[in-house]
């Protein structure tokens, strides 16, 4: 079964920067992406950014382009989100998760097409 591993969460006041890390195991295929999510408290999970691991394929959605950067290693099975002039409106818990490349297709995410999902960490913007 594959496992996501999300790491890289903290606290940081506006205006800082954060990069998070996804590790992907127990892979059966070199044809997946890897996708980011963020979920506030009383809202629906946000899909954000994805990349696929084959390929240079990637997305990032309207709500952090120009402020966040995904990039992956292949040979570590990781993806990375480098977030940068953080606002407090980006407070979250941040997921990754896995699925088939055509889940990061340059369009806007679905939830319901990423098949493992890691447990989450917490980012907090706040001075």
């Known amino acids: 079964q594959v496992q996501v591993v999300e790491s890289g969460g903290g606290s940081v006041q506006p205006g800082g920067s954060l990069r998070l890390s996804c590790a992907a195991s127990?892979?059966?295929?070199?044809?997946?992406?890897i996708g980011w999510f963020r979920q506030a408290p009383g809202q629906e999970r946000e899909g954000i950014s994805c990349?696929?691991?084959?390929?240079?394929?990637?997305y990032v959605s309207h709500s952090v382009k120009g402020r966040f950067l995904i990039s992956r290693d292949r040979s570590k099975n990781t993806a990375y989100l480098d977030m940068n002039s953080l606002k407090p409106g980006d407070t979250a818990v941040y997921y990754c998760?896995?699925?088939?490349?055509?889940?990061?297709?340059?369009?806007?995410?679905?939830?319901?097409?990423?098949?493992?999902w890691g447990q989450g960490t917490q980012v907090t913007v706040s001075s």
């Open positions: 127990a892979l059966t295929s070199d044809y997946y992406a």
């Open positions: 998760a896995t699925g088939s490349r055509f889940a990061c297709s340059g369009k806007s995410l679905r939830t319901s097409d990423w098949g493992s």
């Open positions: 990349i696929r691991m084959s390929d240079p394929t990637s």
